[in-house]
């Protein structure tokens, strides 16, 4: 069976589209039973309701009180029939009161390499910092800002003449591949959360002729001739 999901966007609703996208090539086995949004401007709207899905839109304009306003989502969430809550874009911290209705079921992906760079202007945070690489996580949510038990993770390189728009373009287009695959475990039930770790079942270790590790810059740099290096002084 589908796993049934509810998807909470505030923005664009790109992931969301992903999400749509790979139900309808039947690499997802889910079913979104329901769209919704905290802004009424919201492109994410659009697209569910493209796609015929039903939204649902829940303001704190209409729900001035925090308790109110999550008791809303909730019960929105559940007279949907709702298994699984998927973040996608949705801009607020959610509270205990509405991370305990659904433990271990709200899903958010992030724009880097958790535990690494939380909160918000993380491809700024980054390219600050100087990492050489940079990435997107899929997360279990508690009841910490992107501190839940890490699903899966996607690695992008960080380029000297990155800016932060350049750097989330391409963490972007992870998100998009590794979410529907974080769902897709979820929904074939091979997902068991121990303490801060999520163990995914029936995972292949791989072969021996794959990298065991990512380098960037590439060790090549250190090949080229005596004559072309340059060494600083200390």
Request: proline fraction near 6%; charged fraction near 25%.
């Amino acid at each position: 069976m589908p796993v049934s999901v509810g998807v909470m966007a505030s923005g664009r609703g790109t992931n969301l589209q992903a999400i749509i996208d790979a139900i309808a090539a039947r690499s997802l086995d889910a079913a979104i039973k329901v769209v919704i949004s905290d802004n009424p401007g919201a492109f994410a709207i659009g697209r569910a309701e493209k796609h015929g899905i039903k939204t649902a839109v829940v303001t704190k304009d209409q729900y001035p009180l925090n308790e109110d306003f999550e008791k809303k989502l909730i019960s929105t969430l559940n007279a949907s029939g709702v298994e699984l809550v998927a973040l996608a874009g949705f801009m607020r911290v959610l509270s205990p009161l509405f991370i305990r209705a659904f433990p271990m079921r709200i899903m958010n992906v992030h724009p880097s390499l958790l535990p690494a760079f939380t909160g918000l202007s993380v491809q700024k945070k980054a390219l600050e910092y100087g990492v050489k690489f940079s990435g997107c996580t899929v997360h279990f949510v508690d009841e910490g800002v992107d501190t839940g038990p890490i699903i899966i993770q996607a690695v992008v390189k960080v380029m000297d003449d990155d800016t932060p728009e350049t750097l989330a373009e391409r963490i972007l287009l992870e998100e998009h591949r590794i979410y529907p695959q974080a769902i897709q475990l979820f929904s074939e039930g091979r997902l068991e959360v121990k303490g801060r770790k999520v163990f995914v079942h029936g995972v292949a270790r791989g072969t021996v002729d794959e990298p065991l590790s990512l380098e960037n810059p590439l060790a090549t740099i250190f090949n080229s001739s005596p004559s072309k290096k340059t060494r600083k002084t200390r």
